[in-house]
């Protein structure tokens, strides 16, 4: 075991892949001699190359685009997008080629793409530098979308996105990129936890709290401030929002019978309104109360001297939990 | 607002290249000669009659839509040059990246009609295997693929291998984005790709001088990239172009433009009305330029045509268009299920549920009068 950052964790797990499998080649805007505006490349392009690690003009379009092609060569490359708010340049390349070209062409040709997204705020940056694009990605068939919580997950996650045959977004949560945690380097692949699968990152028994990315940690901290209260939070890791994995959330759902589900992104149509919409089809008769979404609010990112409003943070996660269980609440009384 | 430019008018005209006139005469061009050197009458005759079966093709597939068989179909009347001089440039090794209209440059790369049709009568959304043929199937996003071209040369660059990619293109095209970007780095890359631009002058109503106040091969320099103009209606000069433009691509050269100049006689495709934007006597200008007649012109001046050799073009044209016809009417139509398979390449437990959910729905009126009745009737 390694005590690593999640950035450290990336780093490592790139690394692995392109020693694993010398068509893997990274691209991105600054990740090559900088080692990216966030270090997350530091040091591969001295260890592996400007031929394998890419610093690319400033077009995001054409990152992926030009990915696209690689792919079709038979290369797996890795795009960095330096930051959330910078990927709709990006975005026709994403939905209209490097999500359909496997169905498109009945699986002959296939897109095993990795596009490495930093995403969510809290860290004091200017507009764009902060979002949270991911539904759009989510409502895109093709596309496999996930994003770790910690350095062992951001390591094997991102090893296992590099290996998939399917086009995967990799969101990381930029806020935890100092976050340190122990990492096993060594285990083999197949013996880690599924890509696609969620994860109870604290067991509870009241409560199914439910959240992904930065908001993890915030949720776990939420389950040990109600603990003190007597209430028990059971914190779940989605780890992939799509596909999501119905079955622990439904397991505990129907246990509880009660679910929050948090993030940072705006409530409309975010994976709130997905998870809490497909729990109430699957799990009716088990709720006992309706689903709980605390999200940031459906506003252009604020200024940062604003976000901390607008993020939820543990405070609002609790609030929302007291929702579920019919104790007194911010919003006690307001009308419908 | 000025009134719109139907030609760039920003500059003085570029040299069009060109080898064979109008008027069918063979005339000298010194970048183009030694690219066609080798080109005896076996060749003319194969890429005339090339040139007589890709018409043929569209004359059908345009009666096919016409009479319910397809549901579209995009005509390449009167850029038969461009497309059959283009492809006999290539090698079996270089990939190809197509717009939706290259279907005659698919035909003589090797696709099979059921594969061309297929996409046009809306049973697949693509035709053929791309490794088979080596070439993309349609792009139907204006530019896009001129990216992938240009990162499939990065690859070629980076395995140093002497082949190359070509992506086809439109005037329209050059003004997206994704096409610009697609210079930027294959200058920056030096990426063996060549831009084939055909300019037909029109996108569906907009006049290529709404794209762009320059000749469109003019402003590939600015990207570091040679701009050529080639005489589009002129099989043997885009021959040469595409060679010239590949013998750069395969020698370390990098990216080249070429700017086929030709003209979209038909409709953008059989759902569009070019009486409403453009008039007659322009029509009549280009008919005047028709790539087949200069060719045949030019071979019976040249003694190379006779009467036997042209009855086997033509009957052959028949077989291919009788083939194209047998082949679309043909074509089973899809199984319903079939809408689920291969958007994913591995697992994906969320569509599989979807997927079992249709399946008991479909299932649910086997034994029923009219069974299945509810679903074919939405297709028409």
């Known amino acids: ?336 | 607002m000025t009134q719109t430019r139907h030609e760039p008018t920003g500059q003085a005209a570029m040299k069009m290249h060109q080898l064979i006139t109008a008027d069918g005469t063979r005339v000298h061009d010194e970048l183009l000669d030694p690219f066609v050197q080798d080109v005896d009458r076996d060749t003319l005759i194969s890429l005339y009659g090339d040139m007589v079966a890709v018409r043929r093709i569209d004359v059908e597939a345009t009666a096919l839509q016409r009479q319910g068989q397809l549901a579209l179909w995009p005509p390449m009347l009167g850029q038969e040059a461009s497309q059959v001089g283009s492809i006999h440039a290539m090698d079996q090794a270089d990939f190809i990246f197509p717009t939706y209209r290259e279907n005659g440059v698919a035909f003589l790369r090797g696709a099979k009609f059921p594969g061309i049709m297929g996409t046009w009568r809306g049973n697949m959304n693509t035709g053929w295997d791309p490794y088979e043929l080596n070439m993309a199937t349609p792009q139907i996003i204006i530019g896009s693929q001129t990216l992938h071209a240009t990162g499939y040369a990065m690859g070629i660059a980076m395995e140093g291998k002497e082949t190359l990619a070509m992506a086809y293109l439109g005037d329209g095209a050059t003004s997206q984005g994704d096409v610009h970007e697609s210079m930027v780095f294959a200058a920056s890359f030096q990426a063996p790709v060549i831009f084939f631009c055909q300019n037909n002058h029109w996108a569906i109503s907009e006049p290529v001088g709404l794209q762009s106040a320059v000749p469109i091969a003019g402003r590939a320099p600015g990207y570091g990239i040679p701009g050529l103009q080639v005489d589009g209606n002129d099989v043997l000069a885009v021959l040469a172009a595409v060679r010239w433009a590949a013998q750069r691509a395969r020698t370390g050269g990098g990216p080249s433009f070429i700017e086929a100049v030709t003209y979209r006689m038909g409709p953008h495709t059989t759902a569009d009305d070019p009486t409403r934007y453009r008039g007659v006597t322009e029509l009549e200008e280009w008919a005047a330029k028709d790539p087949l007649a200069r060719m045949r012109t030019h071979l019976v001046n040249a003694g190379m045509l006779d009467g036997e050799t042209e009855a086997g073009i033509s009957a052959a044209a028949d077989a291919v268009a009788a083939e194209l016809r047998d082949a679309c009417i043909n074509i089973p139509d899809p199984e319903p299920m079939t809408v689920f398979d291969d958007i994913y390449a591995e697992d994906h437990p969320v569509l599989d549920r979807e997927r079992e959910q249709y399946r008991r729905y479909l299932a649910s009126f086997e034994g029923q009068p009219g069974a299945g009745q509810q679903v074919q009737g939405s297709a028409s």
């Open chain 1, 1 to 336: 075991m390694s005590t690593m950052s999640l950035t450290q964790a990336i780093n490592a797990g790139l690394r692995q892949a392109m020693e694993d499998d010398p068509k893997v080649v990274l691209m991105g805007e600054d990740i090559g001699t900088l080692g990216g505006v966030f270090r997350v490349t530091d040091g591969l392009m001295k260890d592996f190359g400007s031929h394998r690690v890419i610093d690319t003009p400033l077009a995001e379009s054409a990152i992926i685009g030009t990915a696209v092609g690689l792919a079709y060569r038979g290369f797996r490359p890795v795009c960095e997008i330096q930051f959330d708010g910078f990927i709709y340049p990006g975005f026709d390349q994403i939905v209209s080629q490097v999500a359909k070209l496997h169905a498109r062409t009945h699986g002959k040709v296939r897109m095993p793409l990795t596009i490495r997204v930093p995403f969510g705020g809290g860290i004091g940056s200017p507009e764009h530098h902060s979002e949270s694009p991911e539904a759009y990605f989510v409502h895109t068939s093709g596309l496999r979308v996930i994003s770790p919580s910690n350095p062992q997950d951001a390591y094997t996650m991102l090893r296992q996105a590099v290996a998939s045959d399917d086009p995967v977004l990799y969101f990381e949560p930029k806020r935890r990129y100092h976050a340190k945690g122990e990492v096993e380097l060594n285990a083999p692949l197949a013996a880690a936890p599924r890509m696609g699968a969620a994860l109870v990152a604290a067991p509870g028994t009241d409560v199914t709290l439910v959240a992904y990315g930065a908001l993890v940690r915030t949720a776990l901290d939420a389950a040990t401030a109600a603990a003190a209260e007597g209430v028990s939070i059971e914190v779940i890791d989605l780890r992939s929002l799509s596909p999501v994995d119905y079955a622990p959330i439904m397991e505990s759902v129907r246990r509880t019978g009660r679910l929050v589900v948090t993030h940072e992104a705006g409530k409309t149509l975010g994976m709130g309104a997905e998870l809490a919409a497909t729990i109430t089809e699957r799990c009716f008769n088990y709720l006992e109360s309706a689903p709980v979404r605390v999200t940031g609010f459906d506003i252009p990112y604020p200024p940062s001297k604003l976000e901390k409003h607008h993020l939820p943070d543990l405070d609002r996660m609790l609030d929302g939990v007291d929702r579920a269980l019919g104790r007194p609440n911010s919003q006690t009384g307001m009308e419908d």
